[in-house]
């Protein structure tokens, strides 16, 4: 794993704004590696998968979770490409644990947007050092680039967790989180940014930071995108007020307990071991969406 060069601007801007692109993060043979992924799962999708788009809406949305249970070119970007110490050093955390990881495929022709949510609301984790890491597959323009409002994780608000096929909500019984705001009829009110990006850019953004995406209208453009996110020093785990998704069973953890374990292991600093970790060995590991 090569050493990953991050300036002290840009650790200070993901602490100030909470999303930060960095540019050439992953060279060729990690993106070609992710990409190999991606087309053996659009090929043969996992059984967390979900197609986005509904009858009568256009194009094709995949997303699939937790590829790297089964997928060896996922699993292998996971544990030995630079995503662990990338995300550790922006969090200012001794090591990084790696969560899960997602893939957001939307083809050319596909107008569907991603809506507008923060990622920490939907998962059992409570903790400032909790981020995602955004790779595009593909160059990606501004127009289609994923979207995010700079500061939003300083707001101390949650909102309610839905569901991008259908608008339902994760928790339906509860008013404990508020309801995301009209962002899209009032985008002058807040700071969203987007990149243009080429292959080996990525995002990196902290979990409670507030974000969405634009269709894919390009004639011509695939938007092929994984995403892998990471547990900091201070992660533990919590319960939310309905099932989350993912929703990872048999870890044993109790909530405030450390997200330090084998089922959420440790890859930066690398651990030996890794290869025969149950998270990635047993074929019987439940994980339910």
């Not at 893939?103 to 947007?113: A, V, Y």
Request: charged fraction near 25%.
């Amino acid at each position: 794993m090569a050493k990953v060069s991050i300036a002290e601007d840009q650790i200070a801007a993901y602490e100030k704004d909470g999303v930060v692109c960095l540019r050439g993060a992953f060279d060729p043979a990690w993106i070609a590696r992710a990409a190999e992924g991606v087309e053996a799962d659009i090929a043969e999708p996992g059984p967390l998968h979900t197609i986005q788009v509904t009858e009568g809406e256009a194009g094709f949305f995949l997303t699939d979770f937790c590829m790297a249970q089964r997928i060896e070119a996922f699993r292998d970007f996971v544990l030995d490409s630079p995503a662990g110490e990338i995300a550790a050093t922006l969090m200012g955390s001794a090591k990084a644990n790696f969560f899960y990881d997602a893939i957001w495929i939307k083809e050319q022709g596909t107008p569907k947007r991603t809506r507008w949510h923060q990622d920490q609301p939907y998962y059992a984790v409570d903790g400032r050092q909790f981020c995602a890491i955004w790779t595009p597959l593909d160059p990606v323009p501004k127009e289609t680039c994923l979207e995010l409002i700079r500061g939003s994780h300083h707001w101390g608000r949650w909102f309610q967790p839905e569901l991008t096929r259908d608008s339902r909500d994760l928790y339906p019984e509860n008013d404990a989180f508020e309801r995301m705001p009209d962002i899209e009829g009032a985008r002058s009110d807040y700071d969203i940014v987007a990149w243009d990006m080429e292959p080996g850019d990525c995002i990196v953004f902290q979990a409670m930071v507030v974000h969405g995406a634009p269709g894919n209208t390009s004639a011509t453009l695939r938007r092929r995108a994984l995403s892998t996110f990471w547990l900091g020093d201070d992660a533990t785990y919590a319960e939310r007020p309905g099932r989350v998704r993912p929703d990872f069973i048999g870890h044993g953890l109790k909530p405030g307990d450390p997200m330090d374990s084998g089922y959420f292991p440790r890859v930066w600093p690398s651990e030996s071991g890794l290869d025969t970790c149950p998270r990635f060995t047993d074929p019987g590991l439940r994980i339910t969406a």
